[in-house]
């Protein structure tokens, strides 16, 4: 299951924002360091197609796409070297897919601030720097090992070429991610987990009625061609605890029209470059999440491995050409049913039906 975690300096509110997106309740203290670890939990992701599928089918039970969010202790100055647990957060980045870079924009004098005030930019740029000089020591790492290996063979000459540019990126002051080298390179530093090639968001963490540097951080993400979100963690953090129904009328109060959680929880999910796709078996509608680019068989994989090995077909209607006609049948009826092989994409959307034969067994 792919993840995106979420990262930042300590006291910015990275576990508030956790506990608003999973409805959970780990612990929040105002000073550093409260979490040590980190915290995972998988979280569904918000459909308004999957409810109406549901409601189509007349099926019982709706299942939700889901994926892992990990809330990530808090990084400082000299994390690189180890400074605070530096080596073991840093680990933990490592291990995840994309990533929700959280920002502090609230004021809160009761807060302290590891870097003594309120300058989001400012954060972002400790916390980037920290990570590309991680990045540049795993990287120095694998050059001196293929280095190495290259005195008997000058098999490895095209990775040393590689990693050798990508370092330069990085020695320029720009991440991985904005780089805009070549597949042919970036193939090689897939096995290192480099945490500046991992796609991200930009979170500013905000007050219920109030913002500090906002506007700043704005102008900087314009500049950086950044996506920004912006969410009131605490007040999200504690609608959790209302009932949907008082929670619905207290974001009424405010004017608020759409969750900001639920945006995010949707962004999160497309930086991670995934899609969904439906089955309707039996009561069950099951909204599935795969890699953007996946064929039918490897569609049918998601589901079980069996419908991968025996994969004769997929017959596949779009979400809203279902919704058009009103059910299976009647979309049949009118030609809009898709008989999909085995290289047809699967787009998102696309309600599936598919067709294959068990594969024998050993």
């Known amino acids: 299951m792919l993840s995106c975690g979420i990262v930042g300096l300590p006291n910015v509110g990275k576990t508030t924002l956790f506990n608003a997106l999973t409805r959970a309740s780990a612990e929040v203290s105002n000073y550093p360091f409260t979490t040590i670890g980190k915290n995972d939990a998988v979280i569904p992701v918000p459909d308004p197609r999957l409810s109406q599928l549901q409601k189509l089918a007349g099926q019982e039970e709706a299942r939700p796409a889901t994926f892992e969010i990990v809330d990530i202790a ?28 959280v920002v502090r924009c609230f004021p809160a004098p009761h807060v302290p601030h ?34 190495s290996l290259m005195k008997s063979s000058r098999a490895h ?20 991610r904005k780089s805009g080298l070549p597949d042919s390179v970036l193939q090689y530093i897939k096995p290192l987990s480099l945490l500046t090639a991992k796609p991200r968001i930009i979170v500013a963490n905000v007050g219920e009625d109030a913002a500090e540097g906002l506007e700043q951080l704005k102008a900087w993400v314009d500049s950086q061609s950044e996506t ?108 809009k049913v898709r008989i999909e092989g085995h290289d047809s994409i699967i787009q998102d959307g696309d309600v599936v039906l598919f067709r294959f034969t068990q594969p024998a067994r050993r």
């Open 228 to 335: 920004l979100y912006t969410i009131p963690a605490k007040l999200e953090a504690d609608l959790t605890e209302l009932s949907p129904e008082e929670a619905q009328a207290f974001a009424e109060e405010l004017g608020v029209d759409a969750s900001p959680v639920e945006t995010l929880i949707r962004a999160a999910y497309e930086l991670l470059g995934l899609i969904t796709f439906y089955t309707i078996v039996g009561a069950r509608v099951t909204a599935w999440p795969i890699p953007r680019g996946c064929t039918a068989p490897q569609a049918a994989g998601r589901v079980h491995k069996d419908m991968e090995e025996g994969f004769i077909r997929a017959e596949v209607v779009p979400y809203d050409v279902l919704v058009q006609y009103g059910s299976w049948n009647a979309a049949k009826e009118a030609g």
């Open 114 to 147: 590891v870097e003594g005030s309120i300058d989001p930019v400012r954060d972002i740029e400790v916390v980037d720097t920290e990570m590309a000089l991680a990045d540049l020591a795993s990287l120095d790492r694998r050059i001196d090992r293929v280095r």
């Open 74 to 101: 808090g990084l400082v100055r000299g994390a690189h070297r180890g400074e605070g647990l530096g080596n073991e957060f840093l680990g933990h980045i490592r291990n995840v897919d994309a990533v929700l870079h």
């Open 157 to 176: 000459a095209e990775e040393l070429h590689a990693l050798e540019q990508v370092r330069a990126v990085l020695e320029r002051g720009m991440s991985i």
